[in-house]
């Protein structure tokens, strides 16, 4: 059984930062990709940011180019999502997701196959 576990959500200021981790773990597992989405209050899930193991591809939400980066080790299935110039749009529950396979898109939140149970972000104006 594979596990995600998502960290470092919280409440900041506008203008200011925060760091989302998150790692994926169990038996022999191995991702191909890994991704962050984000839910506010009755909107859908929407992707954020990936990354993609096998050439370090990297992308993002047009909301989010330029504010946020995402970095990880392959090796150890982590992932993190440096968020910089918070806006009270980011507001979110923040879910960190695992792909078991290569070749998918990195956008579509149904291609991910493992979801962490998310964490929340609040930016006050």
């Known amino acids: 059984q594979v596990q995600v576990v998502e960290s470092g959500g919280g409440l900041v200021q506008a203008g200011g930062s925060l760091r989302l981790s998150c790692a994926a773990s169990?038996?022999?597992?191995?991702?191909?990709?890994m991704g962050w989405f984000r839910q506010a209050p009755g909107k859908e899930r929407e992707f954020v940011a990936a990354?993609?193991?096998?050439?370090?591809?990297?992308i993002y939400a047009d909301s989010v180019k330029g504010r946020f980066t995402i970095s990880g080790d392959n090796a150890k299935n982590t992932v993190a999502l440096q968020m910089n110039s918070l806006e009270p749009e980011d507001s979110a529950v923040y879910y960190c997701?695992?792909?078991?396979?290569?070749?998918?898109?990195?956008?579509?939140?149904?291609?991910?196959?493992?979801w962490g149970q998310g964490t929340q972000v609040t930016v006050s104006s």
């Open positions: 997701a695992a792909q078991n396979w290569y070749g998918r898109s990195l956008v579509e939140r149904s291609r991910y196959d493992y």
């Open positions: 169990g038996r022999s597992f191995r991702s191909y990709a």
């Open positions: 990354v993609r193991w096998s050439d370090i591809t990297t």
